[in-house]
């Protein structure tokens, strides 16, 4: 979907202080089903649209999380039950977990990055017989970033490490990738999912590499600048790919030699 359709904000919840998920549901047209790790671009009356991936997956409902940041997520932000925003999309590519059945799972978030992620998880944990091992390993900067914290609770697999610990957290401190080695699963039978910013995709999809988990199977979200969603503005480039089109999820295969490539 090219135009945008409208779409009332139902619901809303503040996860942290600059961040809030919004559930958006249909006035009257409802967009094709979204499958996680695609994206739509959101648009601010008056204000502009931005890409935003969907958090939870439930029918006709978009379910998004918004940092504000800018001009249009701070108007995004800043919504309540009852205002009205237009929504395109599907756009991208997702996760492919059902690829991953019968492998152990891993998936890694830093910040922002676990909303994403978060309809992997659920689906893993509605169907555990699909595959093996799950793990959910997450960072954050400070504890006061966290996202889903309720939620993550009840996860038995979730790992969380913040980088500056306030006197209250009892968690672990450092980045996510020093969670790897308490993760139990088996390289040469892992799927790994990793979201968040691009020095903590580098370095955890490069560990996971060097210890055997094969490239194709480690898939990235990668973020650029997003205008038109449909491959035609160019905003998105990177090398080859225009990420509206040809990511946001790729293959490590794919990713590691254009992220090792230094942006002038």
């Known amino acids: 979907m090219t135009v945008p359709v409208p779409y009332r904000v139902t619901e809303r919840e503040a996860e942290t202080a600059d961040t809030a998920t919004i559930v958006l549901e249909p006035v009257q047209v409802a967009l094709q089903p979204f499958a996680p790790g695609q994206f739509a671009m959101v648009y601010a009356f008056g204000v502009g649209d931005i890409p935003l991936s969907v958090c939870a997956i439930d029918g006709h ?3 998004h999380t918004v940092r504000a940041v800018g001009a249009v997520s701070g108007a995004l ?4 039950p009852g205002k009205t925003v237009g929504v395109r ?11 991953a059945a019968g492998l152990d ?8 990055g676990l909303a994403p992620l978060r309809p992997v998880v659920r689906q893993a944990l509605a169907a555990p017989e699909r595959y093996g091992r799950l793990n959910v390993l997450i960072g954050a900067r400070e504890p006061r970033d966290l996202l ?16 500056r610990p306030d006197s209250q957290w009892q968690g ?14 088996d390289p040469p039978s892992t799927a790994a999912f990793i979201c968040g910013p691009e020095p903590m995709i580098r370095a955890t999809a490069g560990e996971l590499a060097h210890h055997g988990v094969d ?3 480690i898939r990235v979200s990668l973020e650029r600048n997003m205008h038109c969603a449909t491959g035609h503005c160019g905003h998105c480039q990177l090398g080859p790919l225009l990420l509206c089109r ?12 254009l992220l090792m490539v230094r942006e002038l």
Not at 77 to 80: C, G, I, M, T
Not at 89 to 99: K, S, V
Not at 105 to 112: D, N, S, Y
Not at 148 to 163: I, S
């Open 77 to 80: 932000h800043a919504l309540r």
């Open 105 to 112: 799972l891993l998936v890694v978030a830093g910040g922002i």
């Open 215 to 217: 490239p194709e199977r």
């Open 148 to 163: 889903y914290t309720e939620e993550v609770r009840g996860w038995p697999a979730a790992l969380t490490t913040v980088d």
């Open 172 to 185: 672990e401190v450092g980045v996510v990738t020093t969670l790897l080695d308490r993760a139990t699963f």
């Open 246 to 257: 040809d990511g946001p999820v790729v293959s490590w295969t794919r990713a590691r030699p």
């Open 89 to 99: 999309g599907p756009f991208g590519t997702g996760w492919e977990l059902p690829a």
């Open 61 to 63: 409902r978009l379910t």
